[in-house]
Nanobody, 126 residues
């Protein structure tokens, strides 16, 4: 079992930055690939990025590549999402996820195969 709690969302202007954090609990945290998803208003939830258990492998959606960076600290049981050069289309509820899969596998997995946080709102004003 893994419990996930996101924080760090808020309102930011176009071009600004935010750093999201996700705190995890559970004894097997290290074993999981961790990722971030988002759900824009009126749209389906979509994959953003994932990082494997060691942090050596990451995978990004094309829409955020070069602007967002995922990282993790296993000792603190945390995963982060540094978001730079934010655009209005980045506005969404951002969710942290944990799953026993590869980073590429997380991009195509089904929801019931992962643990999810409750989400944190990110709003980018134009």
């Amino acid at each position: 079992q893994v419990q996930l709690v996101e924080s760090g969302g808020g309102l930011v202007q176009t071009g600004g930055s935010l750093r999201l954090s996700c705190a995890a609990s559970g004894r097997t945290f290290r074993s999981y690939t961790l990722g971030w998803f988002r759900q824009p208003p009126g749209k389906e939830r979509e994959f953003v990025t994932a990082i494997n258990w060691s942090g050596a492998s990451t995978y990004y959606a094309d829409s955020v590549k070069g602007r967002f960076t995922i990282s993790r600290e296993n000792a603190k049981k945390k995963v982060y999402l540094q978001m730079n050069s934010l655009k209005p289309e980045d506005t969404a509820v951002y969710y942290c996820a944990a799953a026993m899969t590869t980073v590429q596998g997380m991009a195509v997995m089904i929801s019931r195969d992962a643990y999810w946080g409750q989400g944190t709102q990110v709003t980018v004003s134009s």
